[in-house]
């Protein structure tokens, strides 16, 4: 299995969707495409959509705090929602969610990036 990653934005929100398999086969692939929406200085809040993220391992989490870190250091806020019951177990493991909000669904992560979806 491969990953497809989908992203759209809401006003200064950048919202992936990730489908598949987050992996060490993919994490950097997901981390690039991150950046370079985010060096176009038009989103200042990231929320990564994991309905459909099947599979996740270490790679992925590191990834996941990665972009964490650099959206915070621009000033904005990240968000996941719609996890996976699988993946949700990793990350709490992980202690993600100390420092991670999550949302059940897309529009209560946007909302809570500060934006009226």
Do not use: W
């Not at 491969?2 to 692939?29: C, F, P, W, Y």
């Not at 909302?111 to 009226?116: K, L, N, Q, R």
């Amino acid at each position: 299995m491969s990953l497809k990653i989908d992203m759209k934005h809401s006003h200064n929100v950048l919202v992936v969707r990730l489908i598949g398999e987050l992996d060490h086969h993919t994490a950097e692939k997901v981390r690039e495409q991150i950046e370079k929406e985010l060096a176009k200085d038009i989103y200042y809040h990231l929320v990564l959509n994991l309905k459909q993220l099947d599979f996740m391992d270490s790679s992925g989490l590191g990834m996941i705090l990665g972009r964490y870190k650099k959206v915070s250091q621009l000033g904005g806020k990240m968000v996941i929602c719609s996890v996976q019951p699988s993946i949700y177990r990793l990350m709490e493991m992980s202690g993600l969610f100390k420092i991670l909000p999550m949302f059940e669904d897309e529009q209560d992560a946007v909302s809570a990036c500060g934006v009226a979806s």
